[in-house]
């Protein structure tokens, strides 16, 4: 079992930066390839960006490619999503997930476990 809690959302201007946080509970952490997703009001929930058991791996939505550095950091069983440059369009509820047996999933499906979100709105 893993519980995760999302930190680090908040209101940012375009063009802005903001580092998001998951800290994730339970000693198996570096068990879980891991994911953000992100989901607007009235849009289905979608991928962002992901890494495997080691963050040795990566993959991102091409949306969010060259602004967005997914990180994690096992030791302390957390997992980052650095976001900059950001735009309008990346407003929304942000979640971390965990996922025990495939890495770099875009499908929401494949994840076991959920944070409650954070948000991140971005003005102009």
């Known amino acids: 079992q893993v519980q995760l809690v999302e930190s680090g959302g908040g209101l940012v201007q375009s063009g802005g930066s903001l580092r998001l946080s998951c800290d994730a509970s339970?000693?198996?952490?570096?068990?879980?390839?891991m994911a953000w997703f992100r989901q607007a009001p009235g849009n289905e929930r979608e991928f962002v960006a992901a890494c495997n058991w080691t963050g040795g791996r990566t993959w991102y939505a091409d949306s969010v490619k060259g602004r967005f550095t997914i990180s994690r950091d096992n030791a302390k069983n957390t997992v980052f999503l650095q976001m900059n440059s950001l735009q309008i369009d990346d407003t929304a509820a942000y979640y971390c997930?965990?996922?025990?047996?495939?890495?770099?999933?875009?499908?929401?499906?494949?994840?076991?476990?959920w944070g409650q979100g954070t948000q991140v709105t971005v003005s102009s």
């Open positions: 339970g000693r198996t952490f570096n068990s879980y390839a």
């Open positions: 997930a965990a996922a025990r047996a495939l890495a770099g999933s875009r499908s929401p499906n494949n994840y076991d476990y």
